[in-house]
């Protein structure tokens, strides 16, 4: 998890990690932020209960690449997953792309489905990068879980050191070893949007050309109901589909 400046945002990543039901996790956190940052993220470790966790501090200098490594190196187990301390992780989310990735054998996996919220105007989607237009990874990057290997890195120098680090790393990944994308649980992670962002609202609002339709929406609006209940996402939230709202909940929908 790389943080800096965004102390409610990181606090709700940690507890994020806190509620996860795989048992052995570790938390490695990468801190560009001063003494009193550091503070409150060793006081929101404490609150969540998290005991296992890495605090590792970095010059604000350095760029994305750079910090990914070193949260790469200062990780200790077998699998390392990128833990963005912007977004939200169902309390399944390790559990599950632990399960995906040991039963496909594979080296790395990534979700083809996830649901996307913005803080703006309180809207939720099912993107799914399956849906047109084609994509050729057809994956959100910071849902990555892979084997700690020493020959993947991200890179720190030329074009993509700060932003599409993550793709390059995918790329490399997607070539030379077996990657595994994971669909039919979009309630795992939610890719959040809230002005803050490394990526600016445009970005965001065209990932909702790959929304999943109202119907499919309102076929499967219990477990996105219980997603939302879970996440602990502020209402009311407008659920919508490509094709326009299909319900909100709270607020009184």
């Known amino acids: 998890m790389l943080t800096r400046d965004r102390p409610a945002l990181a606090d709700r990543a940690i507890r994020c990690f806190a509620a996860q039901t795989h048992p052995a996790r570790e938390l490695v956190i990468v801190s560009q932020g001063d003494a009193d940052y550091r503070a409150r993220l060793r006081t929101s470790l ?6 296992d966790a890495v605090l590792v501090t970095a010059d604000p200098e350095l760029r994305l690449g750079e910090l990914r490594n070193l949260s790469l190196d200062a990780a200790s187990g ?20 632990v399960a995906a990735l040991r039963t496909a054998g594979c080296h790395t996996l990534f979700l ?4 996307q919220h913005s803080e703006a105007d309180r809207a939720l989607h099912w993107i799914d990068w399956r849906r047109p237009p084609a994509a050729e990874y057809p994956l959100l990057p910071s849902t990555m879980i892979t084997t700690r290997d020493p020959e993947f890195r991200y890179p720190e120098h030329g074009p993509y050191r700060h932003l599409g680090e993550d793709w390059a790393l995918l790329i490399a990944l ?10 039919g649980q979009p309630q795992l992670y ?17 990932l909702r050309i790959r929304s999943r339709p109202r119907g499919d929406l309102l076929a499967d609006e219990p477990r996105i109901r219980s997603a939302v209940a879970t996440l602990g996402l502020r209402p009311p939230v407008t659920v919508a589909g490509a094709d326009g709202v299909a319900f909100t909940i709270g607020g009184g929908g």
Do not use: I, K, M
């Not at 404490?46 to 005991?51: F, K």
């Not at 077998?78 to 559990?95: G, K």
């Not at 030379?176 to 669909?183: E, F, I, K, Q, Y």
């Open 46 to 51: 404490s609150e969540h209960g998290v005991r």
């Open 78 to 97: 077998e699998l390392v997953c990128v833990w963005d301390d912007d977004d939200l992780s169902h309390p399944d989310r390790l559990s599950a792309q």
């Open 112 to 115: 083809s489905e996830h649901l």
């Open 174 to 183: 997607h070539r030379r070893v077996p990657v595994h994308h994971l669909s």
């Open 190 to 206: 939610v890719y959040t949007f809230h002005g803050r962002n490394v990526f600016p609202a445009g970005h965001h609002d065209r």
